[in-house]
């Protein structure tokens, strides 16, 4: 007795312009603060993003994450509180100019943003014992940062803005939210149309850190494991490609 | 004195053509254990695949992120020998008809898939105080998971298969490849080419468990906080689109 056989995707390899899309929308993709537009999001591109967090991996199929749309006035307010109150406390972490340089940035859009949202891991959504989750138990808040940045990609494609606001206390979060034990406040996100996307992230335009270069971030067999002299072909790619991303092309 | 204005994108909203790209990856997006090829991985589309984790999100700007690409039949052998234990344990977790359906299940391709690819963390690499990680100091591995998400879309793109392999004690994997105590494995990925993807997710395929309807996962200002009654339509739009979804087109 044969089992039936799975049924299979028709493609393996997408087209050049479906890899073009994909490329784009990670190349494109940037953490909005500062250029978000009142205008309200279509009902229908806010599923769209949301089905392509919903289509993230998750271990053991587990789909821990759930979407809490922030509506009402007075719960932005309640975040914003939060922000501003983590905020100040951050600001005090950075010296001299590095100081008056953090006090300069814009780092969240929560009351100009027409939508914020937050990504929560229901860490009870599948019973105690999770395929996969048996040896890293973080694997379901995993789950659910792989869901954010599926939405993000796709909010990008869509011309929507995405900035992660993490300068806040996880508590307080829970607490504004009302979230029961169980469940991680993963990600608050606000997300909005946009007067434009900067050309590179803000934090390299304004100075803060630059883009590492790729082949310091590669090694071979163990941490900091050399390459082999067969390797140069590859490390010479690896750099030409760095080089074409600049560039806005992959 | 004004400052230079930051240069900006040309496009705000992606062309539909890049749009159905983006979301064919989303969708197609498989977790591979069994379907790989023993062909070689071209060195051109490696390097593409680890120019898109590259240019995942990354709080303050960190990159935290390094790729140990892990080739010796000795490592590969180590490797397998850590996730054979790891789930000998895990196996004992599940009881009856679910332990038997849990070992009938291939979990990891290891020695199949011709790259190994282990994702780190370096907490130290932006100094003790990072921008965005000083109230959720989690925020750079969550980084780093954004960093594997951007790689698994791509390479699905580019025709391969990625497989996540979380059953395996952290600290095993530490040791085998020599990682110093800042750094945490955050992804121990097999990739190669494939015979072809699944349509489904394996596990759904199986049985093991069901894909959830969004509704359910979507809630208002708290959570578990209703729907207004003028969410009607948008909530019916988003059972549309995960019908749609499921059809294999956003």
Redesign the interface.
Known sequence: MTETA????P?????D?????????????R?VRGQFLADPVD??V???I???A????S?????P????????PQ?RARIKAAFDR?NA??AL??EGERGQK?RS?K?EGILEAPVNLCI?CDRDR?GP?V??????P??D??ST??A???L???A????LGVG?V?????EALRSI????DS?VP??YLCVG??S??????????KG??Q??P?ED???????N?PAAAADA??LD??R???IR?AD?E?
Chains 1, 2 share one sequence.
């Open positions: 799975a049924a299979r995707q493609e393996i390899t997408l087209s312009e479906d890899r073009r899309g994909l490329y784009r929308a990670i190349l494109g993709r953490d009902d229908a806010l599923a769209r949301l089905l392509a919903h289509h993230a991996p271990v053991g199929f587990m789909q994450w759930s979407f809490i749309l922030v509506r009402s719960q983590a406390e951050a972490m950075f953090y940035l780092l929560t599948a014992v395929l996969g989750r048996t040896h890293m973080e694997m808040l995993y940062v792989c954010v940045e599926n993000w990609l796709a990008r494609a869509e011309g992660w993490s300068i806040m206390d996880p939210l009302n979230l029961p469940v993963v990600a149309k946009v434009h996307f900067l050309a590179q992230p803000e934090l390299q335009d803060w850190r883009r590492l790729m971030l590669v090694a071979f067999d163990t941490w494991g072909p590859f790619i690896l030409q490609t760095q991303a806005g992959l």
